[in-house]
């Protein structure tokens, strides 16, 4: 150990000295290398136990050789472990890249530093793309649709005088960087843009929207679900805009349907009145005999993350639910398509698996949402929607990690909202064998449904103010947290506790501040 340390024997006669601390582990060496243990193999009353000193020559190479099985060596860069209330400078901490894709939670009260957290991480998986490009390391890229609340993550702090965010990464890059990176875009707004490059107005189609996506964000009663179920059959991709303007019986009515009462139908259009044209920011009417053609970039922004990019989503000008249905209808097109490329064993074959899986089946007269299958289509043969390499079939394992994440968890993944179902669900238990992973951002640990708290491989927890989230925190950790309820509580600002399926014990971890990063 490097001198000056301080030596548990060191105290033994000081009796008015109680030193306390949380084991970590220990480290022994095995041939030319050292091995991390868990702490409970630890003989507590056989060993001598050190402090750290962060100040101390030679403390961080020391740490890194002792820890460098739970610290990582390349990945996702989060922050330097912390000894203490002091970081040791140079002990990075690392996630791997495929944690992307096995879900991730980050949960800490208001202040704690959570969105500092994000924007670290949103630049590490920028740089690990860059690696992946360059040939330096190996395995899939990476691609994250980043839920952007309060439009922090495109300029940061450069307003104000500090640093500039995801915008000023990607102004950095070559045009040829720009090209395999970025494009087409990396930003998206419900503003209108004076002008747009790899900067764009995001706006979806109604044609997009299937009724499940509406039933796993805002309160259904059954029949009211049975209700718009019935309407997507009959109408297809128009079924919002039937519902809207009231048409729901068409030609001949249901001969072979229900009725249902006015009451039941009068109540989801008032769940879909947020939909209606001039009111929604981003969800556009389509009817084209009425002169309202399909104007949507979700099929384009299914191909940017098939092809790894960041792309943050300005979600400022957005109601609550259409912040919701965007991310909720972008992880269900996702997760559609991946399943459908899986279900196939031959390139002829792709085409008529991605129609079904959207519902378009013309052979049993199911309209489904065709136009939109249409278009993925014309992206496949065109090479934008990369399943196919010199006509052979990809497999999912050669596609990006590719993480959506859910901010304002609580309204989304909540218990009650999952009783009809939901793509989240479907996705925290199902989406690491596709490659995909949901980050659930939450101040709130307790509101967050069971079935996918148990889905969560690593947890990012900050500090947590209420006793309750401090105890369900522990409780679902992937490594044993017992013993930091107190950290849990007065942990400062940026600070954290990692903790991982994949690491044998939890780190402390301080996640720097973006405006300080070289």
Sequence with gaps: MPGGLIHSEDLAE??????????????????????????RRLPEHLSNVYRVDAHQAGTPEMMQVLMGSQLGTDGL?????????????????????????????????????????????????????????????????????????????????????????????????????????????????????????????????????????????????????????????????HWIGRVLMGDTQGPGGFEQGPDFLPGTVSAVQRRLDFLRRGRSQIFAPFDPELGAPYESLLPDLICALEQGRVIIVDTTLMGELEQFLLTTVVARTLFTLRRALRSVEKPKDLEGA??????????????????LADVLIDHLEAGRLPYLTENQLKGTDQLPYVNVVVEEAPSVLNPQRM????????????????????????????????????????????????????????????????????????????????????????????????????
């Excluded at 989240?424 to 951002?441: A, P």
């Excluded at 947590?464 to 044993?480: P, T, V």
Aim: charged share 20%; proline share 4%; with cysteine.
């Design 77 to 237: 860069y989060v922050g330097d472990l912390l000894a203490g209330e002091q970081a040791l400078p140079g002990v990075r901490v690392f996630l791997p890249p495929y944690a992307l894709s096995h879900h991730l939670g980050v949960f800490g009260r208001t202040g704690a530093g959570k969105s500092n957290l994000m924007m670290v991480l949103l630049r590490s998986v920028l740089a690990h793309n860059q690696k992946v490009a360059t040939g330096a390391t190996q395995g899939p890229a990476a691609s994250v649709l980043a839920i952007d609340p309060h439009d922090e993550f495109r300029f940061w702090h450069s307003a104000t005088g500090g640093k500039d965010g995801i915008h000023g990464i990607v102004k950095s890059y070559s045009p040829q960087e720009q090209a395999t990176l970025v494009h087409p875009f990396y930003y998206l707004t419900g503003r209108h843009l004076a002008t747009e490059g790899l900067e764009r107005r995001v706006v979806f189609s109604r044609a997009d929207v299937l009724p499940e996506d509406l039933v796993s964000i805002s309160d259904f009663s059954e029949q009211q679900v049975a209700f718009v179920n019935q309407q997507c059959a009959q109408w297809g991709e």
């Design 14 to 39: 000081e009796l008015l000295i109680e030193m306390k601390g949380m084991v970590l582990g220990y480290a022994e060496q095995q041939a030319d290398c050292w091995t991390f243990h868990r702490p």
């Design 354 to 371: 991605i129609r079904r899986a959207f519902g378009n089946d013309e052979d049993q007269g199911q309209v489904g949402l065709r136009t």
């Design 419 to 518: 009783k009809f179902g939901s793509i989240f669900r479907d996705i925290s238990r199902q989406g690491r064998k596709f490659g995909i992973g949901l980050t659930v951002v939450s101040q709130q640990v307790t509101e967050i449904d069971d079935g996918i708290l148990t889905q969560l491989n690593t947890e990012l927890v900050m500090a947590l103010g209420n006793e309750g989230e401090r105890k369900a925190a522990l409780k679902n950790a992937s490594a044993d947290l017992s013993g930091f309820e107190r950290e849990l509580q007065v942990m400062g600002k940026g600070q954290v506790m990692v903790s991982g399926s994949y690491k044998d014990v939890p780190l402390p971890v301080q996640v720097p501040e973006f405006d300080q990063l070289p």
